[in-house]
């Protein structure tokens, strides 16, 4: 079988592909992967959708893209990054929009996929923790956001308020920067850091003894006040689960809780617009 340049897969990842697919009709596949996802997971791929993705991957780190496919409407905007990837002998092409489809793997590709290498997620240190602190940065803790979309939702609104980081849990329910995430990001997830961590709690009770002021978004029990203008402190918010919110020991670990007042007549925000709410609150009358 011959290799397709078009796409850029190899003839062995097709034969796996193909293989995959037999499994499925067997009843073999692993539940909720298909073939495209097992090829994917092998090949440690993350496909990013849409221009802004693109664009902000390529401005911070334009040697990981490994390819990239676009519509004809986007060729003139795209035509930089064609330029360094023809130097570097790597696969660009012009595709119609089924075929884009077909390499997102979905429909809302914005017209421009980057094939690129995924980073590896950090683990902070205490070391870590202290130096953010000395720089005074404001540093974003997700106790077990579950939803990808949700993820990508809080990087964009936390990159619009240059947050310079998120902390996620290594847990099986919290979601991770996946392609679905760097979509809704909109390169956001290209400009704030995600680091990972197994010891969520840890990491909590660190960032205080740093010298953060750690502040927990509760859906209720908290002040409703959420600015404390004489406090100087370096900011820490820590947003829960969509359903659960915080876990008790998360919230006993903070500083303080708030609760964004509503009217009573539906229980709570979605997070990520809370995380709006709550960074323009916290940081914006700072900054005034």
């Known amino acids: 079988m011959a290799h397709n340049p078009r796409l850029g897969f190899h003839p062995s990842l097709a034969a796996r592909a193909a293989a995959a697919r037999d499994a499925a009709k067997a009843g073999q596949a692993t539940p909720g992967k298909g073939p495209a996802a ?75 996929v980057a094939v690129v290498m995924p980073e590896v997620l950090r683990v902070p240190t205490s070391a870590d923790i202290r130096e953010w602190a000395k720089r005074g940065e404001v540093v974003l803790v997700l106790d077990r956001i579950g939803n990808a979309h949700n993820l990508g939702a809080i990087a964009r609104t936390a990159a619009f308020f240059g947050v310079a980081r998120i902390v996620i849990p290594d847990h099986a329910n919290a979601a991770k920067p996946t392609e679905s995430a760097h979509r809704v990001a909109e390169g956001g997830l290209e400009v704030v850091e995600v680091w990972q961590t197994r010891d969520l709690v840890g990491c909590v009770r660190e960032l205080g003894a740093a010298g953060y002021e750690v502040v927990g978004a509760a859906t209720r029990g908290g002040r409703p006040e959420v600015s404390q203008g004489a406090v100087r402190k370096p900011l820490a918010l820590v947003l829960g689960n969509e359903e659960h919110g915080l876990t008790p020991v998360v919230a006993a670990s903070c500083a303080r809780l708030v609760t964004i007042p509503g009217s009573g007549k539906i229980e709570s925000l979605n997070v990520s617009v809370a995380a709006a709410v709550l960074l323009w609150e916290l940081l914006g009358r700072r900054a005034g």
């Open 38 to 112: 097992v090829v994917r997971e092998e090949l440690k791929e993350l496909r990013l959708c849409g221009l802004a993705a693109v664009q902000a991957r390529f401005a911070r780190d334009p040697g990981s893209i490994q390819r990239l496919f676009y519509e004809a409407a986007l060729g003139q905007r795209v035509g930089a990054i064609c330029k360094v990837l023809a130097v570097a002998k790597k696969v660009y092409r012009q595709v119609d929009a089924a075929e884009l489809e077909k390499v997102a793997g979905s429909l809302h590709h914005g017209g421009v």
